[in-house]
């Protein structure tokens, strides 16, 4: 596949509207341990445009928002030539750095994920472990091979950030996690996800594997100073600003019926 068969393919024009890569990645050093790098999920460009016009300096696309506002469930549901055309839309519409969730990298091939991602903009991934369908872990040792063929393909012009799903997997012990993200660190990532790893477990995983940490913020959890006071150096949200943002759809909904009801 060529670049201009992947830019088809991916719904987008090639390079977005957004920040380089060099600028994306800097933006992940020499941070005060209270001054994570905060990257908001869009879901669609008019929400990217929100998030980058609140003065944000990059934006990192949620699978499961996007997928769901595609219509389609998360773990890979949406076809992929709809989610790089979402990501696409959304590089087009602000001025900052975007990179791009693309799960387990949707069965294609090294140069062909990359191709894809560079036509829609994308200025990085995060790749995760987990195998699609299901939701099991994939050989630490193949994961690694994968990562390491995608930054062959990708040089220095992506920024992976490589999901360590242990965690979310039910193995509680970090030295899983550790093991996994040194593996990954080897293979040439930038940074590493363990995804719902406890708090306690961040400054720990980022000193024994050697790269940024991306912390996952939750709701009822430690805000994001606090998380890069932990040891988080990049902070996501997953899906829950979308899923924040269809709470309050679903109660304007309630209201407007509500008040058609009545007035019936």
């Known amino acids: 596949m060529t670049a201009e068969d992947a830019a088809r393919a991916g719904g987008g024009g090639g390079a977005g509207g957004g920040g380089g890569v060099d600028e994306f990645r800097a933006l992940h050093h020499g941070r005060a341990a209270a001054d994570p790098l905060v990257l908001p999920g869009p879901?669609?460009?008019?929400?990217?445009?929100?998030?980058?016009?609140?003065?944000?300096?990059?934006?990192?696309?949620?699978?499961?928002?996007?997928?769901?506002?595609?219509?389609?469930?998360d773990g890979q549901a949406a076809p992929a030539a709809e989610m790089?055309?979402?990501?696409?839309?959304i590089t087009r519409a602000v001025a900052v750095?975007?990179?791009?969730?693309?799960?387990?990298?949707?069965g294609l091939p090294p140069r062909e994920l990359v191709e894809r991602l560079l036509a829609a903009g994308a200025v990085g991934c995060n790749l995760e472990d987990t195998v699609h369908p299901g939701k099991t872990l994939r050989d630490a040792a193949e994961q690694a091979d994968f990562l390491a063929?995608?930054?062959?393909?990708?040089?220095?012009?992506?920024?992976?950030?490589?999901?360590?799903?242990?965690?979310?997997?039910?193995?509680?012990?970090?030295?899983?996690?550790?093991?996994?993200?040194?593996?990954?660190?080897?293979?040439?990532?930038?940074?590493?996800?363990?995804?719902?790893?406890?708090p306690r477990h961040l400054r720990l995983l980022a000193d024994e594997i050697g790269l940024p940490v991306n912390a996952l913020a939750?709701?009822?959890?430690?805000?994001?100073k606090e998380l890069g006071a932990l040891g988080a150096s990049r902070i996501t949200f997953g899906g829950g600003l979308f899923d924040r943002t269809l709470a309050t759809v679903r109660e304007l909904a309630a209201e407007l019926r509500g008040e058609t009801a009545d007035e019936g």
């Open 149 to 198: 063929a995608v930054r062959a393909e990708a040089g220095d012009r992506l920024f992976i950030n490589a999901r360590v799903d242990t965690f979310v997997r039910g193995d509680p012990d970090p030295a899983a996690a550790i093991e996994r993200g040194r593996r990954y660190a080897a293979a040439g990532a930038d940074a590493v996800y363990p995804i719902t790893a406890p």
């Open 84 to 89: 790089f055309a979402a990501v696409a839309r």
């Open 218 to 224: 939750v709701p009822g959890g430690p805000g994001p």
């Open 43 to 73: 879901w669609d460009a008019a929400s990217a445009r929100a998030f980058a016009d609140a003065g944000f300096p990059a934006l990192a696309t949620p699978s499961a928002g996007v997928a769901a506002a595609l219509g389609y469930g």
């Open 97 to 106: 750095p975007v990179t791009a969730d693309v799960e387990a990298g949707y």
